[in-house]
């Protein structure tokens, strides 16, 4: 069966959006998928934030999540991982122990499991950003994988936001994130690739990746149209 468009839902703090509100395809909602929405709303700067010392509860559900992601039940996987993407948006400090587990997580074979994960890692980035590098082997496959565009999505936010939070991991993620802006340009997904490279470009990234993003996206500043063009202008704007 093909898969429908999705978007990857990550949530950042940022002080800058475009200037028009760029135009994208909308989807339906099943349960066995996950919704995505990347709001040009929330894309602001990228700053550390100060989360909350997790609940007693939120550790155990947590606990008790991490354990069903060696379910023997793709199911049970699937509706883990996207309560666990959920928890780690409001309480990513109760995850501090088992960022290896959730790694070991981009493995299964299901692409949900995968593409709710990178997005728990990618929520984990500002808070963990050493142990999560661990991550970039699995994300770098799931960022070319042939079959799930949800996921190649995933993986793709999931490293702008970790190359958001300091200049060494922005040295990490760029190359990756280069060959896929080359590998996808234009696709169905390349909407909301752009706003993750705008999230970048309000990050503290290195004087490097700062000049090679402004230089990617010249030509289609330059020449392009549309929300291409847009993103592009906006991505250049903000680097300076």
Known sequence: MAEKKKTAQVKVNTSSKPTKKATSKTTSKKTSKKEVKVDEKTVKKVEKKVAKKPTKAQL???????????????????????ELAELAHIAPLAFEEHVDALIDAL????????????????SLSAYFGDAVFKAFDAAEASLFDTD?????????????QYGATSAKHSDEAWPLLDEAVQCY???????????GLLTLAHGDISKDVKKALSNRMKFDAENATGYIKQYSEEIISALK
Not at 64 to 69: F, Q
Not at 108 to 120: C, M
Not at 151 to 159: D, E, G, H, P
Not at 185 to 195: K, R, V
């Open 60 to 82: 155990k559900k947590v606990n008790d999540l991490i354990s069903t992601l060696s379910d023997a039940s793709r199911r049970a996987r699937q509706d883990a991982s996207h």
């Open 107 to 122: 493995y299964r074979p299901e692409a949900q499991t995968r593409w709710e994960i990178l997005d728990v890692l990618a």
């Open 148 to 160: 799930s565009a949800t996921v190649r999505l995933a993986s793709f936010l999931f490293l702008c």
């Open 185 to 195: 340009h234009g696709d169905a997904e390349y909407h909301d690739m752009l706003q």
